[in-house]
């Protein structure tokens, strides 16, 4: 179903696609490569590199392995995909979901040029996903959970399209404490990755709820650099986060 949030940040990210908007984080530069170790990044495409709008790094802690099929949510020009297909190979497969129809060309050119026959990208929204229930070895998403207005739903379809015994492996906005209902109904800085964040014991409660078991916050800093903070806002935080389907 698709909601007046879902149009404002497909608008956001088609025209960042586009290049008539620079950043997914308001008018700065802030969601950039420098969150990754910049040996991954050999051998991508620019515009791959040059699109990376995540607020961490997935790939690494998701201990990827040959012959794996990996989901990306969110997979905008495709960079996590392209980091990921080298790590399981070509007995393995990723695919990357993204709802913007600009990015999905972006991604689609960029695969072209990298000779991924092991990727794949389909449109799609992450609370209804166009994949096939346990599928999905290892889910990754890099700064997009945050701009659903449905996280329930997401997490919900995340443990429908994995594997018994899968896994997911995030990085994503979140908060110590709530922004208020006004800054809640700005929908331009939802889709700056900034309040459509939530509290971080509320984001894993989704997922523990959804039938995720053996969540861990790996690592949570602060995210001043990635989106632009304003005075009066909760602490908001950049977090990378595991967890596992259950096997049964």
């Given at each position: 179903m698709t909601t007046p949030i879902h149009e404002v940040v497909k608008e956001r990210y088609g025209a960042i696609a586009s290049g008539t908007q620079q950043?997914?984080?308001?008018?700065?530069?802030?969601?950039?490569?420098?969150?990754?170790?910049?040996?991954?990044?050999?051998?991508?495409?620019?515009?791959a590199v040059n699109l990376s709008l995540g607020c961490g790094d997935p790939v690494t802690i998701a201990g990827l392995q040959p012959g794996e099929t990996v989901l990306d949510l969110g997979s905008g020009a495709g960079i996590d995909c392209f980091l990921s297909s080298r790590q399981v190979g070509p007995t393995g497969h990723?695919?990357?979901?993204?709802?913007?129809?600009?990015?999905?060309?972006?991604?689609?050119?960029?695969?072209?040029?990298?000779?991924?026959?092991?990727?794949?990208?389909?449109?799609?929204?992450?609370?209804?996903?166009?994949?096939?229930?346990?599928?999905?070895?290892?889910?990754?998403?890099?700064?997009?959970?945050?701009?659903s207005p449905d996280k329930a739903a997401v997490f919900s379809e995340a443990v429908r399209v994995l594997k018994p015994g899968g896994r997911i492996s995030v990085s994503d906005i979140v908060t110590e404490g709530a922004f208020s209902a006004e800054l809640r109904a700005n929908a331009a800085q939802w889709a700056e990755c900034v309040t459509g964040a939530i509290d971080a014991d509320l984001y894993t409660g989704l997922m523990a709820a959804a039938g995720f078991t053996d969540i861990t916050v790996v690592d949570k800093s602060n995210a001043e650099g990635i989106i632009e903070i304003q005075p009066g806002m909760p602490r908001i935080f950049s977090a990378r986060i595991t967890a596992k389907k259950p096997n049964a």
């Open positions: 950043s997914c984080c308001g008018d700065s530069n802030c969601c950039d490569t420098q969150l990754y170790n910049v040996e991954l990044l050999e051998g991508l495409p620019a515009d990723v695919i990357g979901v993204d709802m913007t129809p600009a990015m999905l060309a972006k991604a689609n050119a960029n695969q072209v040029k990298m000779g991924a026959t092991n990727v794949e990208f389909r449109q799609g929204q992450i609370e209804a996903l166009p994949v096939e229930s346990n599928s999905v070895d290892v889910i990754m998403s890099n700064c997009v959970i945050n701009l």
